[in-house]
């Protein structure tokens, strides 16, 4: 009994090596591993040993006292204190103008020395500039920025190992500043641009797998040269002048243009979507389908395998026929019925060989819907899923309607699995 009494009295955990001490603490948040030195001289200061530090200040409450500011504050210069002979694997830090930009400029400057290779920044500072050592450091792996500052890009940046950038709320002020951080870059796969400004946007790199451009103000052109991307999203206006090349390995574009001017875009749109051309999945919104159909020549897309045509503030643009055409090898069409009002006297080459699965949303209980769905079932030979997608106000009684209609329709494909939700 004694022998038990004492294991019971050991202290397991405190008794494992500190490697795995400071692997348990990673789980934790940073404010959370920082609370357990008050446990024992043991684990005064393991917390140091965690290598990913998150630290936030939520300023979005008038009420937040200036006590409170400054205890935040001495708690990151506490936390960065004890890791000064520790590498940082990554550092995140949200704060607002409330906070030293000093304190701020010397915390990032901090864990770049100590070769932070994940980097996330979501600051709110008045005339704040960025550490020049960050734009020349080798060991960051991926860098989001979210600072609501204009950014001079220094003409020595050099980030060779950065994989993932994410550039939120900047304005460049350079016509070349964008075109100046992605080619420093040269391991970059990943590039996010969201709630931007810039002039020009010159965007060429022979790596770069993902590019997403959203909602950024591009008051020049865009140019695109980029050989290995796989996925393209674009949500946005229309620039002044396009220039999309080597696009050939490009596998998803999803394009959500916003403008509903249309008439002065034609030349634009046109250089846009031929730029996009080799594209297997495509992603469009109404208004960017009412813009493709402005294209002169309409552009083809020999590769396009999925067309995806959703509906965008109640606005379906009518154009499915046309895409239907000149899209030979496509097997998935998912879109509004809507968009859908002349079905093709001469059925596409598409509809007879290639389509396997067909998503039809928006769907009523009226004859025009019906016979939409009848016109796939009765000319697609190799269709195995029909999926019905109706308004929300449609019953159970009346779901069950349209199934048994389509059920009893005659159909080409004697695999068609059809569902009706």
Same mark, same amino acid.
């Given at each position: 009994?004694?022998?038990?009494?004492?294991?019971?009295?050991?202290?397991?955990?405190?008794?494992?090596?500190?490697?795995? @001490?400071?692997?348990?603490?990673?789980?934790?948040?940073?404010?959370?591993?920082?609370?357990?030195?008050?446990?024992s001289?043991?684990?005064?200061?393991?917390?140091?040993?965690?290598?990913?530090?998150d630290?936030?200040?939520?300023?979005?409450?008038?009420?937040?006292?200036?006590?409170?500011?400054?205890?935040?504050m001495?708690?990151?210069?506490?936390v960065?204190?004890?890791?000064?002979?520790?590498n940082?694997?990554?550092?995140?830090?949200?704060?607002?103008?409330?906070?030293?930009?000093?304190?701020?400029?010397?915390?990032?400057?901090?864990?770049?020395?100590r070769?932070?290779?994940?980097?996330?920044?979501?600051?709110?500072?008045?005339?704040?500039?960025?550490?020049?050592?960050?734009?020349?450091?080798?060991?960051?792996?991926?860098?989001?920025?979210?600072?609501?500052?204009?950014?001079?890009?220094?003409?020595?940046?050099?980030?060779?190992?950065?994989?993932?950038?994410?550039?939120?709320?900047?304005?460049?002020?350079?016509?070349d500043?964008?075109?100046?951080?992605?080619?420093?870059?040269?391991?970059?796969?990943?590039?996010?641009?969201?709630?931007?400004?810039?002039?020009?946007?010159?965007?060429?790199?022979?790596?770069?797998?993902?590019?997403?451009?959203?909602?950024?103000v591009?008051?020049?052109?865009?140019?695109?040269?980029?050989?290995?991307?796989?996925?393209?999203?674009?949500?946005?206006s229309?620039?002044?002048?396009?220039?999309?090349?080597?696009?050939?390995?490009?596998?998803?574009?999803?394009?959500?243009?916003?403008?509903?001017?249309?008439?002065?875009?034609?030349?634009?749109?046109?250089?846009?979507f031929?730029?996009?051309?080799?594209?297997?999945? @495509?992603?469009?919104?109404?208004?960017s389908?009412k813009?493709?159909?402005?294209?002169?020549?309409?552009?083809?897309?020999?590769?396009?395998?999925h067309?995806?045509?959703?509906?965008?503030?109640h606005?379906?643009?009518?154009?499915v026929?046309?895409?239907?055409?000149?899209?030979?090898?496509?097997?998935?069409?998912l879109?509004?019925?809507?968009a859908?009002?002349?079905?093709?006297?001469?059925?596409?080459?598409?509809?007879?060989?290639? @389509?396997?699965?067909?998503?039809?949303?928006?769907?009523?209980?009226?004859?025009?819907?019906?016979?939409?769905?009848?016109?796939?079932?009765?000319?697609?030979?190799?269709?195995?899923?029909?999926i019905?997608?109706?308004?929300?106000?449609?019953?159970?009684?009346?779901?069950?309607?349209?199934?048994?209609q389509?059920m009893?329709?005659?159909?080409k494909?004697?695999?068609?699995c059809?569902?009706?939700v």
């Open positions: 009994m004694a022998t038990q009494v004492k294991m019971e009295n050991v202290d397991r955990i405190s008794n494992l090596p500190d490697s795995i @001490l400071g692997y348990i603490l990673s789980f934790l948040s940073t404010k959370e591993a920082v609370a357990t030195s008050i446990l001289s043991k684990w005064r200061y393991l917390f140091a040993l965690v290598s990913n530090l630290f936030e200040l939520d300023e979005s409450s008038q009420m937040l006292k200036i006590s409170a500011i400054k205890s935040f001495c708690f990151v210069d506490r960065l204190f004890f890791h000064n002979t520790a940082i694997n990554a550092f995140r830090l949200r704060c607002g103008k409330r906070v030293d930009s000093d304190r701020v400029y010397g915390w990032i400057s901090a864990a770049i020395w070769g932070v290779k994940h980097l996330g920044l979501s600051i709110s500072l008045d005339n704040f500039t960025l550490p020049g050592v960050l734009f020349t450091c080798t060991t960051l792996i991926t860098l989001k920025l979210e600072t609501n500052l204009v950014l001079n890009v220094p003409k020595d940046v050099c980030l060779p190992n950065l994989k993932i950038l994410h550039l939120k709320s900047i304005m460049f002020p350079n016509d500043s964008v075109e100046s951080l992605v080619s420093s870059c040269i391991s970059l796969v990943e590039l996010i641009i969201c709630n931007c400004s810039t002039k020009k946007c010159n965007i060429s790199h022979n790596s770069l797998k993902v590019l997403e451009i959203i909602r950024s591009l008051n020049g052109s865009l140019v695109i040269d980029t050989p290995a991307l796989a996925y393209f999203n674009y949500t946005y229309v620039a002044r002048e396009y220039s999309l090349k080597n696009l050939q390995s490009l596998i998803r574009a999803d394009i959500a243009f916003l403008d509903i001017r249309f008439d002065s875009h034609q030349t634009k749109v046109t250089a846009f031929e730029g996009i051309s080799n594209v297997n999945i @495509l992603v469009l919104s109404s208004t389908l813009l493709l159909k402005c294209c002169e020549p309409l552009p083809i897309f020999p590769k396009l395998l067309l995806n045509l959703y509906c965008d503030y606005n379906f643009e009518r154009g026929a046309n895409l239907l055409t000149d899209s030979g090898r496509l097997q998935s069409l879109f509004y019925q809507e859908l009002t002349n079905l093709p006297e001469r059925v596409p080459h598409c509809i007879l060989y290639q @389509l396997k699965v067909i998503e039809i949303s928006g769907f009523t209980t009226n004859k025009d819907c019906i016979g939409k769905a009848k016109y796939f079932l009765e000319n697609a030979t190799v269709l195995m899923k029909l019905i997608r109706t308004v929300p106000f449609l019953s159970e009684e009346q779901k069950s309607r349209i199934y048994q389509l009893a329709s005659p159909s494909s004697k695999q068609c059809i569902l009706v």
